[in-house]
């Protein structure tokens, strides 16, 4: 089959969550696993990334697999696949490996990770220039709706993190992020919009900080471990970032550390 890049789906659709990595495609998927089967093996067969250096996905597949415990056949199968087709299987095959599933260690003979840890590459971090004041809000508004109008996701993320920086005073920026941390396909941007939306007072926060409790990327894994409410749904998902050994360390350190500050 054709390999295709960038056609995502309406964010709205499971197909669009799991794509865009959101956290409440894996819940959603929790809930029809035959519905969401086809779609999980799609997203490791075919490269929807913008980028796929930042924009990460490994872990959120192999958590899928192995959460709605979905045969491993298909992903195998890839291995057999072109050599982008190979790469993607074969990393969520290795954390599978690492979460000990001795199916995936079969599969993969020669290509299990010798680290105790998974490593994932970590986008480089972009500052915004500490300058300006609320004279500059206005534009920087109004540079953020017009990649909107554009459909320009790349570098939104600066300007959402310049206009944090006057917390309350851009609220009226508010809804706009919002709309780029749903819609975004650079999955690696989704916390800055958080942090943003936190900033500017946002309503809906609660809500955003326990989704990202299974966001694709560990800086949003980290903002829902540190400032998700403390509700039983909550507090299990937190065990099961402290304890699981596909987990970034940094992330299973936070989850057991705010656990421990819970009881």
Same mark, same amino acid.
């Given at each position: 089959?054709?390999?295709?890049?960038?056609?995502?789906?309406?964010?709205?659709?499971?197909?669009?969550?799991?794509?865009?990595?959101?956290?409440?495609?894996?819940?959603?998927?929790?809930?029809?696993?035959?519905?969401?089967?086809?779609?999980?093996?799609?997203?490791?067969?075919?490269?929807?990334?913008?980028?796929?250096?930042?924009?990460?996905?490994?872990?959120?597949?192999?958590?899928?697999?192995?959460?709605?415990?979905?045969?491993?056949?298909?992903?195998?199968?890839?291995?057999?696949?072109?050599?982008?087709?190979?790469?993607?299987?074969?990393?969520?095959?290795?954390?599978?490996?690492?979460?000990?599933?001795? #199916?995936? /260690? !079969?599969? $993969?003979? %020669?290509?299990?990770?010798?680290? *105790?840890? @998974?490593?994932?590459?970590?986008?480089?971090?972009?500052?915004?220039?500490?300058?300006?004041?609320?004279?500059?809000?206005?534009?920087?508004?109004?540079?953020?709706?017009?990649?909107?109008?554009?459909?320009?996701?790349?570098?939104?993320?600066?300007?959402?993190?310049?206009?944090?920086?006057?917390?309350?005073?851009?609220?009226?920026?508010?809804?706009?992020?919002?709309?780029?941390?749903?819609?975004?396909?650079?999955?690696?941007?989704?916390?800055?919009?958080?942090?943003?939306?936190?900033?500017?007072?946002?309503?809906?926060?609660?809500?955003?900080?326990?989704?990202?409790?299974?966001?694709? #990327?560990? /800086? !949003?894994? $980290?903002? %829902?471990?540190?400032?998700?409410? *403390?509700? @039983?749904?909550?507090?299990?998902?937190?065990?099961?970032?402290?304890?699981?050994?596909?987990?970034?360390?940094?992330?299973?350190?936070?989850?057991?550390?705010?656990?421990?500050?819970?009881?």
């Amino acid at each position: 089959m054709t390999q295709r890049r960038h056609e995502y789906a309406p964010p709205n659709t499971l197909l669009g969550l799991l794509q865009r990595g959101r956290g409440q495609g894996a819940l959603i998927a929790a809930e029809d696993r035959a519905s969401a089967a086809d779609l999980v093996y799609g997203c490791i067969r075919w490269e929807w990334r913008w980028d796929s250096v930042v924009d990460e996905r490994h872990l959120y597949l192999a958590r899928l697999i192995r959460d709605l415990e979905l045969p491993l056949g298909p992903v195998v199968a890839m291995l057999a696949g072109d050599e982008d087709t190979r790469h993607r299987a074969t990393s969520v095959l290795e954390l599978l490996v690492l979460a000990g599933s001795e #199916e995936d /260690r !079969a599969a $993969l003979p %020669g290509h299990v990770p010798e680290a *105790d840890e @998974p490593s994932t590459p970590r986008p480089g971090k972009k500052v915004y220039p500490d300058h300006g004041d609320e004279s500059d809000l206005p534009a920087l508004i109004a540079a953020l709706e017009q990649q909107w109008v554009d459909e320009a996701w790349c570098g939104a993320d600066t300007l959402a993190r310049g206009l944090a920086r006057f917390g309350a005073g851009a609220a009226g920026a508010a809804s706009l992020l919002r709309r780029f941390w749903l819609y975004t396909p650079h999955s690696y941007e989704r916390a800055d919009y958080l942090t943003a939306l936190a900033a500017l007072g946002s309503p809906g926060m609660a809500e955003a900080y326990t989704e990202s409790l299974w966001d694709c #990327e560990a /800086r !949003a894994r $980290l903002l %829902g471990v540190e400032r998700a409410p *403390d509700r @039983p749904h909550v507090r299990d998902r937190l065990v099961c970032l402290r304890d699981d050994p596909m987990e970034e360390p940094e992330v299973r350190k936070a989850a057991g550390t705010r656990l421990a500050g819970l009881t």
